[in-house]
């Protein structure tokens, strides 16, 4: 017994849990608080690319110093203390919103609500692409301006606060009559995200290409704006001519019809249409004609 005694004392004392001060758990629930938080305004806002680039970063970095690539090592070194001055500059602005919020939040009740809106993450239906196809080609059919945002995985929250708050399920219904001339939410952009439309009246950011063709107006260059910023899909219905564009990644593809919509819609949603493969290359040859 007693080289047990001795071999549990040696050995397996590490096992033994620690003792924990009422001091220990308060700091365990202030950290817990602040880094889930810290993760969930990173993630809603365009700090996210951000950190994924310092991720990748990182990656270098170690196979920097288990292959002792020295030159990679000096220049790392060397750039740390500028790059979070730079991104402290850069961020200015979602720095201080964070505390902002910080400062608006209701703490115990954020505390004890674990209840999180799964529509945020939820893809939208068929149902939902349906109707942004009817809506989209009612609109151009009636030669009126519309600018329509879906949202991906980068979240779109910044330019959703530039406009009016509407949290509604779409149906082309609304999304005609938001675009209405004379109404008082046709100014500005639409954001869709998941089945419900967050946002109309916002203000998208303009793109500075310089090699854009001159003929396109300032809805057409916001759409492409948006695009550079994000992983979204614009749609542009053009109220001079009534031909519907897409934005996305940087560029634009013009006078679409609703099969390519679709298809280009499907992408975003993360389904494949079997039945719509052919259409689709069909499609993609005729429609694809990217600004100059």
């Known amino acids: 017994m007693e080289a047990i005694s001795n071999f549990i004392n040696d050995y397996l004392v590490w096992i033994s849990l620690p003792k924990i001060n009422p001091s220990d758990i308060i700091e365990i629930i202030i950290l817990a608080y602040l880094i889930y938080h810290l993760v969930k305004w990173v993630k809603n806002t365009r700090a996210w690319a ?3 680039g310092l991720i990748v970063i990182m990656i270098f970095w170690v196979l920097a110093v288990i292959m002792d690539l020295n ?4 220049i790392i070194s060397n750039t740390i203390n500028v790059g979070i001055i730079a991104i402290i500059i850069l961020f200015q602005p979602e720095f201080r919103k964070a505390l902002e ?3 608006q939040k209701n703490i115990v009740k954020n505390l004890i609500s674990f209840d ?8 939208f239906s068929n149902h939902t692409l349906s109707e942004i196809i009817r809506a989209t080609f009612e609109l151009a059919k009636r030669k009126t301006g519309a600018l329509i945002v879906i949202e991906s995985e980068t979240p779109l929250n910044e330019y959703e606060g530039t406009g009016i708050y509407i ?5 082309s219904e609304l999304l005609i009559n938001i675009f209405e001339h004379n109404t008082p939410l046709h100014d500005g952009a639409v954001i869709i995200r998941g089945n419900r439309i967050a946002a109309a009246t916002c203000y998208l950011p303009l793109s500075d290409n310089m090699q854009l063709s001159k003929d396109l107006g300032t809805r057409h260059r916001a759409g492409i704006g948006m695009s550079e910023v994000s992983d979204s ?5 053009s109220e001079e001519t009534g031909k519907v564009s897409i934005a ?5 593809i013009r006078n679409v019809d609703g099969d390519y919509l679709r298809i280009k819609l499907a992408e975003i949603q993360k389904k494949m249409i079997e039945s719509r493969k052919i259409k689709f290359w069909r499609a993609k040859i005729r429609n694809e004609k990217e600004a100059d």
């Open 71 to 74: 030159v990679i090592l000096w």
């Open 167 to 171: 949290d509604s399920l779409v149906s």
């Open 248 to 252: 996305q990644k940087g560029k634009l």
């Open 101 to 103: 919020q910080l400062g």
């Open 116 to 123: 999180d809106s799964r529509e945020r993450n939820e893809r």
């Open 233 to 237: 899909l614009t749609i542009i219905v």
């Open 50 to 52: 951000l950190v994924k």
